[in-house]
């Protein structure tokens, strides 16, 4: 199985600072790479694909980049709507598809 | 748009069976360009991907590892849903479970809470 490794595992930001989160796969995943977020109590939102899509309806101070192994989320603009644990997730080639273990993104 | 909505029980005894149904609206589980996913939450393990179902021409399952001998995922065409059987259920299964589709998972379930215990 793809392992998948999220850094850091938590952070603490203010609202208006850019944040960024990495992801890294055990092997590269070829942009088959969804990054999410999640509120409590919640589903997962998927906020973008293919590495670096924007999802229909996500604001656009989100932004996803990297290829082959390493791929970032950042966050420009951190709104108060944004605290939340965000998940990357690969689905490269066949199953299994694998989640990184989340980064809280909480209020300093 | 596209909503699935779960049902189940949120209590299993253990050894036995785990059963929960995600009905599809705006969409078809009969699709040939979706796939139709499994997933659970726990503290201890995460978001971890169960299986899927998708039609093809024919109907395609991929299951984890880790459940595969305890899993069954099936379409019912008729009440375009599909379900999630897990037996031989232990503590270790409670969880958050959630259906959701696609590859880059872009719609899901609300979750059931299902909670192992005797």
């Known amino acids: 199985d793809i392992q998948m490794t999220q850094s850091p595992s938590s952070l603490s930001a203010s609202v208006g600072d850019r944040v960024t989160i990495t992801c890294r796969s055990s092997?590269?995943?070829?942009?088959?790479l969804a990054w999410y977020q999640q509120k409590p109590g919640k589903a997962p939102k998927l906020l973008l694909y293919?590495?670096?899509r924007l999802e229909s309806g996500v604001p656009s101070r989100f932004s996803g980049s990297g290829s082959g192994t390493d791929y970032t989320l950042t966050i420009n603009s951190l709104q108060a709507e944004d605290f939340a644990t965000y998940y990357c997730?690969?689905?490269?080639?066949?199953?299994?598809?694998?989640f990184g273990q989340g980064t809280k993104v909480d209020i300093k | 748009q596209v909503q699935l909505q779960q049902s189940g029980p949120g209590l299993v005894k253990p050894s036995q069976t785990l059963s929960v149904t995600c009905a599809i609206s705006?969409?078809?589980?009969?699709?040939?360009?979706?796939?139709w996913n499994w997933i659970r939450q726990s503290p201890s393990r995460g978001l971890e991907w169960l299986g899927r179902?998708?039609?093809?021409?024919?109907?395609?399952?991929d299951y984890a590892v880790s459940v595969k001998s305890r899993i069954t995922i099936k379409p019912d065409t008729s009440k375009n849903q599909f379900s999630l059987q897990l037996n031989s259920v232990t503590p270790e299964d409670t969880a958050v479970y959630y259906c959701?589709?696609?590859?880059?998972?872009?719609?899901w379930g609300q979750g059931t809470t299902v909670t192992v215990s005797s």
């Open positions: 997730q690969q689905y490269y080639a066949t199953p299994p598809w694998t």
């Open positions: 293919s590495a670096s």
């Open positions: 959701a589709r696609g590859w880059g998972m872009d719609v």
């Open positions: 705006g969409d078809s589980v009969s699709s040939n360009s979706a796939a």
């Open positions: 179902t998708y039609y093809r021409s024919k109907w395609y399952n």
């Open positions: 092997q590269g995943v070829s942009n088959s």
